[in-house]
């Protein structure tokens, strides 16, 4: 008897150097306003498109996203990728996450400039074919997309709020020692303080 596929998971990827207020209203929007039943947030040990001598180890930034989900039933933090070879490819992380957990329905969930430059992907063909992409807005309106990609069926699009807030912003203005506590949950904002991160 084949067991149906329960929980829909979307799964939300990023470096959280440092999870900042913006990547929890999107984590929480998706969970709340689609059909998602819960919101993974995978933390990506080494993006082979970033200078890895910003990132902060990787038990830290899984420990403030942790600290981050503590009121948040419905999403969850995921250190999947630590034990993957790096670089890693999203692709390769999906067919991992099948295979340990076959009874989940995996979705991809991204902001629309990532999915202007999803065709440059390793097998995005692949990820389009076999995973439901939901899709939330940023600032810069409507992006041009490679059309293979916006011939797709797999693409929902999802009118989360618009956050224009980066970690990268976070990380220069307590160098430059700005008062940035509105920008994080509280509960993150004082282990950074503790830990003197970014300083």
């Not at 997309?145 to 970690?167: F, G, K, W």
Request: charged share 25%.
């Amino acid at each position: 008897m084949s067991l149906k596929k329960n929980k829909r998971t979307g799964l939300y990827f990023g470096t959280f150097n440092p999870i900042h207020v913006g990547h929890l209203t999107i984590a929480n929007h998706m969970v709340e306003f689609s059909d998602l039943d819960e919101v993974w947030m995978v933390v990506t040990p080494h993006n082979p498109h970033k200078k890895k001598s910003t990132l902060l180890d990787n038990h830290h930034r899984i420990a403030m996203v942790d600290i981050a989900l503590e009121n948040y039933p419905k999403i969850k933090s995921s250190k999947i990728e630590f034990d993957l070879p790096q670089p890693n490819y999203t692709v390769n992380t999906l067919a991992v996450l099948e295979e340990k957990y076959p009874h989940k329905q995996f979705c991809l969930l991204m902001g629309e400039d990532n999915l202007k430059s999803l065709h440059k992907w390793k097998n995005y063909e692949v990820i389009l074919e076999r995973y439901h992409i939901y899709v939330y807005p940023r600032i810069s309106g409507e992006v041009k997309v490679a059309d293979s990609v916006a011939e797709s069926n797999s693409i929902s699009r999802i009118a989360a709020p618009i956050m224009e807030l980066s970690s990268t912003f976070i990380r220069k203005g307590i160098k430059s020692g700005k008062n940035i506590r509105p920008m994080l949950p509280q509960n993150v904002w004082e282990y950074m303080d503790e830990m003197n991160f970014y300083k």
